[in-house]
């Protein structure tokens, strides 16, 4: 009976209770000044001249000047401070807030000059005297900056993004542009950049509307066979998940239209959906050409292993009437390829006896199922493959099943003389099919370095890499690989080796670099290799060049721009010298 | 996010009408990106505790200091007249206003400090009275009376002053409504903003081809995954070596130059961006071990796909000699 009157008086108690505030923190401010500044390289926001900040419960905090540091997440209202809300009429001096630490320091007039501190947006107590940073009220140096963006008000989403209007203007070649809105994307989550763009040489991206989860940017794009064009992408963003449409290109007839849905359900289990559909169409007129591809992921940790499930469909033409024949990239006209491949890889592991030894061997292993199925006809090797559908020895294959088994081993490095060390790895892959034969690949690699302790000394790398592939089809060998002719004439001139090529190959690669890295401003990357390939490579057709060398220079002009500056050199082979391109990038 | 989904449907619906006009748009210079070498936090370090100053009978100037009586030319009108300049012994305290209001100075310090009646306002540089009012964010230097411990001048500019670096004697002259209750939350390591060297060192997979280029992606260059670009120092290890104020706080991840090859972990799953924090020391290492690349595949060989230079699969590299196709059309590889 006792326990019964005590537990009604506890819950009566609790229900009449008062509200007690929450003291979150806000999620986001809307800013508006005479003048607001984004200074992008110092991630800091400005504003100045009647300053009216509204924070997502509706406090406002007005005020003559306001600082925000959007990396450390804190901001600072001062001069004639006025804050308003729910609970709140105060005037003051200055107004700080620090969201990480769920702390607002305000100084407050009063009748005395006094610092109040509030926990998150919980206004009703001001917790008095009690200490507060060092440096809560400090404006950033910004003498002798100038700013990137200027507006008059814009929207923070905390740790996030800022959002300004249209009209801002954007700091470009010297001058101040209007834009049509403009949006700062500062958040740690890098989600946010995932895209299904195509490789372009540049790539400018305009994000011209933010939320707390999304984002919404045009791009600007060059690449060497579409010329200039544009390209959009929305960007959905929580917490590990994340969701990416885009179409790409934008103002042209041939267009990818794109999705990336990735979703983590748990911490052991991931999946990711990626769909693309290439169309060719005159504006949105129905297409004369259109495919699709689709890849579903799902990743899962099960012990010590890392279990996947990787799907392909893929669907060469979704027109009716199409011609069946293989496009210039070899694939079927008709062709709805579908494949699905289940695999498990262990987690590294180590031969306990090796480490007695003194010489540490770790390895790895790996191995799965896979299914391949194509009711026009899955691509084949051998003569019959040109044909539609193709066909191995005169049988149509539709479906494919495939076993694999892998094994990885190597050393760790290790040290045989001072700043002298030495590795080694080995790893074998044998693949089965239904359509009767194997595929073996070894590669088996040792690398010798020299690393001093010191970044301001050279270091030496140099590596032997041997890797043989064979395609057994025991007695169907030649048919699957017909001879070539031996004699091979092109432009680059006659070549030979190749008839003697029967489905195995084997590349011997030697290759040595330096990199030093004297200080952070400057580094000297060379590299040079020898590829001694079977069968002998032909320029034009098959094959790499044999001798390589290849240099990479990084210089930092200023503090803010560092020249990267890459390129290789062929001895001439396929008539190539230098590479074509210089790799030249700017970056902070 | 309603708002966005519009955007898209919006940007999708011009984008269709403008693809017949085929016309290239003019290029516009890339976006400022924000550097990676600026410390965040270099200029305002992680919070310090400062006790609020308690009220201390310290004095450094005589109460009885004489004052010396200086002519001043004539000053714009509507300007304080000129009052005695102070003698040079009293007590000063420099710093970046925060407001001036009711007869009290704020500091940035957050320290409030009470002015006579009609302290005389002058230019800190021309000494002569101004009629520009005391505002956020200018620097000033407030001269004290020991004897009312108000401020009787207060030197203004918008220019950077040599602020003080403790409050010292002024100590005597803050105002302050409670007495001080200590913040466990606040309680941290001094920073200053010291340069710290940070080495990068990324451990790879062994299945890391021998000429792959290892990057540095963070948050602080808005997640370019070419931000910086490491050496191969041994088999597996890539090493670089970068400047930072000590406070800044970052996130990064390891790509092999495009998001579309990014660090996976050992689990293979998509692990959240490393955190890093440069701590107040001479130098710090930022190790990380990369176990899956998000680009390779169970059925790969070690070498990395394609990398077999043969008829069979004759476009080994892509981009580089051997590359263009000439002569015998090539058999279609088995399996994609």
């Known amino acids: 009976m006792r326990f019964f009157l005590l537990f009604l008086i506890v819950t009566s108690a609790a229900l009449l209770a008062p509200t007690i505030a929450v003291a979150e923190t806000t999620r986001s401010i809307e800013l508006r000044a005479g003048v607001v500044d984004y200074y992008s390289n110092r991630y800091i926001l400005t504003a100045d001249g009647n300053v009216s900040a509204r924070f997502s419960d509706g406090t406002v905090v007005r005020g003559d000047t306001f600082s925000m540091d959007l990396k450390l997440n804190r901001f600072l209202i001062a001069g004639n401070v006025h804050v308003d809300g729910a609970h709140i009429h105060e005037i003051g001096a200055a107004f700080a ?310 094994f990885t081993a190597y050393t760790s490095s290790i040290k045989i003389a001072k700043q002298l060390s030495i590795s080694a790895k080995a790893d074998k892959l044998e693949q089965w099919y239904s359509l009767p034969h194997h595929t073996i690949t070894t590669d088996v690699s040792e690398t010798l370095a020299r690393t001093p302790t010191s970044v301001k000394l050279p270091a030496f790398l140099l590596s032997y890499d041997v890797l043989n592939i064979g395609d057994f089809y025991g007695a169907q060998q030649r048919y699957a690989y017909p001879a070539y002719p031996d004699i091979i004439t092109n432009q680059f001139g006659t070549f030979t080796g190749l008839g003697a090529f029967d489905g195995f190959a084997t590349a011997r690669t030697l290759s040595s670099s330096m990199v030093y890295t004297p200080t952070p401003y400057f580094a000297l990357n060379l590299t040079v290799s020898y590829a001694n390939v079977s069968p002998r490579p032909v320029p034009g057709f098959s094959g790499t060049a044999p001798y390589t060398f290849s240099a990479d220079v990084r210089v930092r002009l200023s503090r803010n721009v560092l020249v990267d500056v890459t390129r290789s050199y062929y001895f001439n082979f396929a008539n190539n010298l230098w590479s074509p391109q210089y790799g030249i990038q700017f970056s902070p | 996010m309603m708002k966005s989904l519009a955007a898209f449907a919006l940007v999708l619906a ?72 102070p003698p040079s012994n009293l007590v000063t305290f420099t710093g970046q206003l925060l407001d001036y209001r009711k007869n009290y100075v704020y500091f940035t310090t957050g320290d409030a400090f009470p002015t006579v009646d009609e302290p005389r306002i002058i230019d800190a540089f021309s000494g002569l009275p101004t009629t520009v009012p005391p505002q956020a964010k200018m620097f000033a230097k407030a001269t004290f009376d020991p004897a009312t411990k108000k401020i009787i001048e207060l030197a203004i500019t918008k220019r950077r002053l040599q602020t003080s670096q403790s409050l010292g004697p002024a100590t005597a002259y803050v105002v302050v409504g409670s007495s001080p209750i200590p913040a466990p939350e606040i309680a941290g390591q001094n920073l200053t903003g010291k340069q710290v060297s940070v080495v990068f060192e990324v451990t790879v997979p062994p299945t890391t081809a021998f000429t792959d280029n290892i990057f540095i992606s963070t948050d602080s260059s808005d997640w370019n995954p070419t931000a910086i670009k490491l050496d191969r120092v041994d088999a597996y290890k890539y090493r670089a070596l970068r400047y930072f104020a000590s406070g800044t706080k970052f996130a990064y991840r390891v790509t092999r130059g495009s998001w579309n090859s990014v660090e996976r972990g050992e689990d293979n799953l998509d692990a959240p961006p490393h955190q890093f924090f440069v701590r107040e020391v001479d130098a710090l290492a930022a190790r990380v071990t990369v176990y899956h690349w998000s680009d390779e595949h169970a059925t790969s060989e070690g070498a990395g796909p394609n990398s077999i230079p043969t008829p069979y699969n004759p476009r080994p590299f892509g981009g580089g000699p051997g590359g263009i196709q000439v002569g015998p059309t090539p058999v279609p590889t088995p399996f994609r």
């Open chain 2, 14 to 85: 011009i984008a269709a009408s403008a693809a017949s006009a085929q016309t290239a748009p003019a290029p516009i210079a890339a976006p400022t990106p924000g550097p990676f070498a600026t410390p965040v936090g270099a200029t305002t370090p992680v919070p310090i505790a400062t006790p609020i100053a308690a009220p201390t009978s310290v004095l450094t100037a005589p109460p009885s200091a004489p004052a010396t009586a200086t002519s001043t030319p004539s000053f714009d009108k509507g300007a304080a007249p000129p009052g005695p300049t």
């Open chain 1, 97 to 406: 807030s620090y969201p990480d630490l769920d702390r607002n320091y305000f100084v407050a007039e009063g009748d005395k000059p006094d610092r109040w501190t509030y926990y998150g947006l919980d206004f009703t107590d001001p917790h008095k005297g009690r200490l507060q940073p060092g440096d809560a009220f400090y404006f950033p140096d910004l003498s002798d900056q100038k700013p990137y963006i200027i507006s008059n008000s814009a929207t923070i989403f905390l740790k996030n993004n800022v959002e300004f209007p249209a009209g801002s203007r954007l700091l470009e070649l010297g001058a101040y542009l209007p834009t049509p809105g403009y949006v700062v994307n500062y958040s740690s989550n890098p989600n946010f950049y995932q895209n299904a763009f195509a490789g372009a040489v540049l790539d400018i991206g305009v994000p011209f509307h933010g939320a707390a989860d999304a984002i919404s940017a045009g791009h600007i794009r060059y690449d060497q066979y579409r010329g200039w064009y544009t390209a959009f992408d929305q960007h959905f963003v929580y917490k590990q998940d994340y969701a990416v449409f885009s179409v790409d290109p934008l103002t042209q007839n041939q267009r990818q239209y794109n999705a990336i849905l990735y979703h983590r359900e748990s911490p052991a289990l991931e999946t990711r959906l990626f769909y693309q559909l290439s169309a060719l169409s005159q504006g949105l007129n129905e297409p004369v050409g259109a495919s699709t591809y689709t890849n579903f992921v799902m990743n899962s940790k099960v012990g010590r292993y890392a279990v996947g499930i990787n799907a392909d469909q893929y669907v060469d033409s979704l027109l009716a009437g199409a011609v069946d024949q293989f496009t210039p990239s070899g694939l079927r006209g008709n062709g709805h390829p579908f494949d699905v491949t289940l695999s498990v890889q262990s987690y590294e592991d180590e031969f306990r006896l090796f480490r007695y030894l003194g010489v540490p061997v770790k390895f790895q292993y790996r191995g799965g199922y896979g299914y391949n199925h194509d009711g026009y006809g899955i691509p084949v090797a051998g003569a019959g493959g040109t044909n539609i559908p193709a066909d191995f020895n005169g049988s149509v294959y539709t479906t494919i099943f495939q076993t694999f088994l892998g």
